[in-house]
């Protein structure tokens, strides 16, 4: 059975950092781009970031770009989102999500994880 499970979400200060982690079962993430999804009480899913497969890319949403790193260790089978100086906004839950190449839309994306709750609060 194909799954991907994040991890690490939690309650954080404001300008504090928290690392996120997409493991994969089932498949090797060796072949897909994984892209970091989030979605807030009342919103649309967003796109967050993403890492390509093939040459390791990564892309970041405009709202993220100098905050939050996307990397991935193959060997672990996980990709990592690193997320530093968070923002009450950043509050939502992040799900990590894998396709053949990363685009933007979340409806591309084939196999989804359940989530975790990224809190930024005082």
């Known amino acids: 059975q194909l799954q991907l499970v994040e991890s690490g979400g939690g309650l954080v200060q404001p300008g504090g950092s928290l690392r996120l982690s997409c493991a994969a079962s089932?498949?090797?993430?060796?072949?897909?781009?994984i892209g970091w999804f989030r979605q807030a009480p009342g919103k649309e899913r967003e796109g967050v970031s993403c890492?390509?497969?093939?040459?390791?890319?990564?892309y970041y949403a405009d709202s993220v770009k100098g905050r939050f790193i996307i990397s991935r260790d193959n060997a672990k089978n996980t990709v990592y989102l690193q997320m530093n100086s968070l923002k009450p906004e950043d509050t939502a839950v992040y799900y990590c999500?894998?396709?053949?190449?990363?685009?933007?839309?979340?409806?591309?994306?084939?196999?989804w994880g359940q989530g975790t709750q990224v809190t930024v609060s005082s």
């Open positions: 089932g498949f090797t993430l060796d072949y897909y781009a």
């Open positions: 999500a894998g396709n053949g190449i990363c685009v933007s839309g979340p409806d591309e994306y084939d196999y």
């Open positions: 890492i390509s497969s093939s040459d390791g890319s990564t």
